[in-house]
């Protein structure tokens, strides 16, 4: 019985002097509880500019404030209260121009005037050259296009007659008394020419630009 008891006080020393010897020398460790987990770093301080502006720290992101919508309009539809800047077309302005209601320039009077007498002489050509310097001052006169079309009926020359008419009426706008002028003279040359239905279309054209 008394060995028994012995062997067994032997037994606990040896595993006492085992777990000594398994301990590491330098004492227990000791937790550093100084950064408290789940807490991030200080971060550093933004830095300002000397222009006033403030940059914010490296590796941060930066996010612009939103410009506020207009009252009533929903989010996420686009903004257009800003002012759109307008595109110059890529094409350009095809209307015609309006033609002069009259002459415009004294040189342009005179050779109406002469050309008026040079007709009531029966001297047709040199109305017609009156008629042509005149254009070529002022090719988009309608008046004096229109001139030149009767001269050239007064000489036979009647295709060439229903050009000029019709080159007058293009250009003569909303003056519809000359465009009416113009449409009758055509008429006149269709029926020398034997176009009946075309006479009767041109004059009806006429009687339209009349009572507008």
Not at 27 to 48: L, N, Y
Not at 89 to 102: C, F, I, N, Q
Not at 162 to 187: C, M, V, Y
């Amino acid at each position: 019985m008394t060995t028994n008891a012995g062997l067994g006080t032997a037994c606990l020393m040896l595993l006492a002097l085992a777990g000594c010897a398994s301990a590491p020398y330098g004492g227990v460790p000791v937790e550093d509880r100084s950064v408290h987990r789940g807490e991030p770093a200080p971060r550093p301080a933004p830095v300002e500019e000397a222009s006033g502006a403030t940059t914010a720290p490296a590796g941060e992101w930066t996010v612009t404030p939103a410009r506020p919508l207009p009252p009533g309009q929903p989010a996420g539809s686009p903004d257009y209260s800003a002012p759109a800047t307008a595109r110059p077309s890529p094409y350009p302005d095809a209307r015609p121009e309006a033609a002069p209601a009259g002459p415009a320039s004294p040189a342009v009077v005179a050779l109406l005037e002469t050309a008026r007498e040079q007709q009531n002489a029966d001297r047709l050509a040199e109305a017609a050259a009156s008629l042509e310097r005149a254009v070529r001052i002022e090719p988009r006169n309608a008046r004096v296009w229109y001139e030149l079309a009767t001269v050239r009926f007064r000489q036979g020359q009647l295709q060439q007659a229903e050009q000029l008419a019709r080159k007058s009426d293009a250009l003569a706008g909303p003056d519809n008394t000359l465009r009416a002028r113009n449409w009758r003279l055509i008429a006149l040359v269709r029926m020398k020419l034997g176009d009946n239905a075309g006479a009767v279309s041109a004059r009806r054209q006429a009687e339209e630009l009349e009572v507008r």
